[in-house]
């Protein structure tokens, strides 16, 4: 399936928590959206890779995305080394995406700035003709180079460079992220161990991240995102958003 914007993440529920709202909003305006997980989260304290792939099917119906395929690199231990890039060049080759989005380029969870260097390598790499690959069918591929590759910004407060208006999605975000029942908050499962993650506290910081990203806006809710392009513009009146003006 060719597809206007691939998100290539670490985990199963980074793409939800970063940029569900963008997801979302991109595919009510027509744009076809796909999903790839490089691990199965297998690692994770809590759930198991099996709870976390029904929950991931879970969210992906919620956000109504195009595809969700999942690479099975080892959680926690995979390298951004030549073997792992390969699968994800097919990926990208396959699906042809202009956009593509990953993981903060730096944050707590070492998978996520070692996940986002390997798609940023990956993304550029799959433009080189001489690189051969295959399909699953044996044949050829074309090369394929994204126009953009932009990152998520996650625990880590890093400085953005784009601020996507979410307004109107945050509520069908908060029930995709809460599709993994086992990955944060539940009064259901009191018996859990308690991680990071799984504090109530955990998603009210996930909201009020929006709501501050928002306002760099001057929006209620946003998302953040960190990408080297660099607009040219005929007219540099063109960098002036038509914003609202709030008053305070």
Not at 231 to 241: W, Y
């Amino acid at each position: 399936m060719n597809l206007d914007i691939l998100v290539i993440c670490a985990h199963p529920d980074d793409a939800e928590l970063g940029c569900g709202g963008t997801i979302m909003k991109a595919i009510d305006a027509g744009y076809k959206v796909g999903i790839i997980d490089l691990t199965e989260g297998e690692m994770g304290t809590r759930g198991t890779a099996e709870t976390r792939k029904s929950e991931a099917e879970e969210a992906a119906n919620i956000m109504g995305i195009h595809l969700r395929e999942n690479l099975g690199f080892s959680d926690g231990l995979f390298d951004n080394d030549h073997n792992h890039r390969i699968e994800v060049i097919k990926k990208i080759r396959k699906h042809t995406p202009s956009l593509i989005i990953t993981n903060a380029p730096d944050d707590r969870h070492p998978d996520h700035g070692r996940a986002a260097q390997m798609v940023k390598h990956a993304a550029w790499i799959s433009g080189l003709k001489k690189l051969q690959t295959v399909d699953e069918d044996g044949e050829f591929q074309v090369a394929h180079r994204p126009e953009h590759v932009y990152h998520i910004i996650q625990y880590k407060l890093l400085t953005p460079s784009v601020v996507v208006n979410i307004d109107g999605y945050m509520d069908r975000k908060m029930k995709a992220i809460l599709a993994y029942k086992t990955q944060f908050f539940n009064s259901n499962n009191p018996d859990e161990a308690t991680t990071l993650i799984s504090k109530p506290e955990f998603l009210n910081m996930v909201k009020s991240r929006m709501y501050s990203d928002g306002n760099l806006g001057l929006v209620d809710y946003g998302e953040a995102f960190i990408t080297d392009f660099v607009p040219v513009v005929d007219n540099i009146m063109q960098l002036i958003p038509k914003h609202k003006i709030l008053t305070l």
